[in-house]
């Protein structure tokens, strides 16, 4: 890669390199074990011109997106997490039964079939062939596309300008950052608001997320490269808000340029967050890298002392970040026997690069390990709960990220 997406500059930096890893949700059927894999680098560079931190797009979202394994239904805390934003969004807008709404990788339609509840138009737009099957069937409509200026241009002929856009958890995924976001512009009303999730690059580097950079995450906001980004397709960032999701993720609230106005206090109390953290300067990058190191090291000190101690460790949850974590730090099934999904799709498959398998999650009861490594660590309130049943046994939670910790559950 020579120039940022974004901007246009050479002058890229080198954040962390994470060696080479197969795409994070490229799962294994047990016929494919035998065949080669590819992997490609996974080295994340800031650009040093406006911010944007970036990978090299070395596989496109056609490869990644056709068949997705991803289905957020999966996630109890996830599908609340929507239903409290399609509420607020409601009121915060006023919209009713006279309103569209467009949501851009609208997945499995976990977020609109709220949306669908309350009697408002809408319309999913999810490049996925499989989960937007999955979303039509739930009742949602979904058009089966990716979204550029003329996918947008067609929907607003079809169907009318958008009162509220909604992109969630999809700005990082696509490598066509200004194609996109004039995608975005094309399907919002002109007096319209957009609305994207994505996660924090502030918290990302404070808190150690490195697990989250993989080949489908083409980018990595503050919100001052969010702004830039959004101002590339004709859209004002006009608010902000800081949430918990993925570890840390931002909501940015934007409008078209022509109606956006200033924008309000919260825009500017994070960018002075960003700016303290030296997020606008080589400086705030340097030492990410060693903490990196050391989340690796740790990891494989703990499960390398527990196989000579004859103990047993299994993993739950098969994300996308697990298979980062897991490739960064060569775990193979010796170290790790294997790792349970709630998500039937991924059971009997293997996971990319490391090749552990992927069983039901009933398997844990079943087997009593001593250990459960918690891969989506971002979910740690939800799965303590969840595996509380591993108490009857004395087994206990190791949590990877942001830096290791082994707790013990109560039922």
């Known amino acids: 890669m020579t120039r940022c997406r974004l901007c246009g500059s050479t002058a890229l930096a080198s954040v962390v390199d994470l060696g080479a890893t197969p795409p994070c949700e490229s799962f294994l059927s047990a016929d494919r074990l035998d065949q080669p894999e590819p992997a490609y680098p996974l080295h994340l560079r800031v650009c040093t011109h406006c911010w944007l931190a970036q990978l090299p797009p070395l596989i496109t979202p056609e490869e990644t997106f056709q068949e997705y394994a991803y289905f957020s239904s999966f996630s109890t805390s996830w599908v609340e997490h929507a239903r409290s934003f399609v509420g607020g969004a409601v009121e915060r807008l006023g919209l009713d039964a006279d309103s569209f709404v467009v949501e851009v990788a609208s997945n499995d339609g976990y977020l609109l079939r709220h949306v669908v509840d309350r009697g408002i138009r809408c319309l999913g737009v999810e490049p996925s062939v499989n989960v937007g099957a999955a979303a039509r069937e739930a009742g949602v409509p979904t058009l089966t596309a990716f979204l550029d200026p003329a996918t947008g241009e067609a929907v607003r002929a079809e169907h009318g300008p958008a009162d509220l856009v909604v992109a969630n958890n999809v700005y990082a995924h696509i490598p066509d950052v200004v194609g996109f976001t004039q995608g ?14 994505v996660q924090h690059l502030l918290t990302l580097i404070e808190e150690n997320q490195y697990d989250t950079i993989y080949h489908e995450h083409f980018q990595y906001y503050t919100v001052a490269s969010a702004a830039r980004a959004l101002a590339s397709g004709g859209l004002t960032l006009v608010d902000v808000e800081l ?9 940015l609230w934007a409008r078209p340029d022509g109606v956006a106005g200033e924008p309000g206090a919260r825009v500017a109390e994070v960018l002075d967050r960003e700016k ?56 193979r099934p010796d170290l ?21 398998p992927v069983l039901p999650p009933e398997r844990i009861a079943a087997d009593r390990p001593d250990y459960v490594l918690v891969l989506p660590w971002n979910l740690r309130e939800e799965l303590v709960e969840q595996l509380s049943f591993v108490h009857e046994w004395g087994g206990r939670l190791v949590f990877p990220i942001p830096e290791l910790s082994i707790v013990e559950v109560e039922r």
């Open 184 to 197: 975005l512009r094309a399907l919002v009303a002109d007096d319209g608001w957009v609305s994207i999730e």
């Open 243 to 251: 949430l918990p999701t993925h570890g840390g993720s931002i909501r």
């Open 276 to 331: 303290a953290a030296g997020l606008q300067e080589l400086s705030g990058y340097t030492e990410f890298s060693a903490r990196v190191a050391k989340v690796r090291r740790d990891l494989l000190r703990f499960l390398i002392d527990a196989a000579e101690r004859g103990e047993t460790v299994v993993g739950y949850g098969a994300p996308g970040k697990g298979n980062t974590l897991l490739n960064h730090c060569g775990v």
């Open 336 to 356: 790790l026997a294997y790792t349970v999904d709630r998500n039937p799709y991924k059971h009997g498959r293997f996971t990319p690069g490391t090749r552990i």
